[in-house]
């Protein structure tokens, strides 16, 4: 029975080919921290079927106005690391403003989606750089980070964290509640 309930809680996960990833922007999460009323969310979709990440961002109340905003890999909570994404910017992200939203989808398969040393960093190819990324983002080890006039090094920023989708949820549930019948089952004293 707990095979049938581990069976169920990957079934969904082994077809799946869209993974979102999300945080909250805070000032706070910065290294240094930056002292700054300013807040975000952002949320990065990655279709590994179709090669994509979206990304989307808003964000305000920032001290200064905005100077650059990108995706940092890879390296654990609490530590900086180089930039993975499009240097200095991400295209057509809000320049010069305290407030604003952001919505883009990259073609991974195109080497102007990353920083050329991340790439050059990570194999040298669009694949493994969008290898790398993706593992980096899955482990935990991608921050988003939004820099401004007061602070260069960067005003907000957050760790990037899996979101499981729905239906992975209900999944989970399910085997749960089956595992746990198989386990009462199991406890149940035999009548005499």
């Given at each position: ?93 809000p ?43 899955q ?27 729905p ?17 009462r ?8």
């Open positions: 029975m707990a095979t049938a309930a581990a069976a169920l809680l990957f079934a969904g996960q082994a077809e799946a080919t869209t993974y979102v990833f999300e945080t909250v922007l805070l000032g706070a999460n910065e290294v240094p921290v930056a002292a700054t009323p300013g807040t975000g969310f952002a949320r990065v979709t990655i279709n590994d079927a179709l090669d994509t990440m979206r990304v989307e961002a808003n964000f305000s109340g920032l001290l200064g106005t905005t100077t650059a905003a990108h995706i940092h890999c890879c390296a654990p909570a609490g530590t900086n690391v180089g930039v993975a994404t499009p240097t200095p910017t991400f295209p057509g992200f320049g010069g403003v305290s407030s604003g939203t952001y919505d883009n989808t990259f073609d991974m398969t195109n080497l102007t989606s990353y920083n050329g040393t991340f790439v050059t960093n990570n194999g040298g190819t669009a694949a493994s750089a969008f290898a790398a990324l993706f593992g980096g983002m482990a935990g080890n991608a921050y988003f980070n939004v820099h401004s006039t007061s602070f260069p090094g960067g005003e907000i920023r957050g760790q990037l964290s899996y979101v499981p989708e239906g992975t949820w209900a999944l989970m549930i399910a085997g749960f509640g089956m595992a746990g019948a198989a386990l089952r199991r406890a149940r004293p035999l009548a005499a």
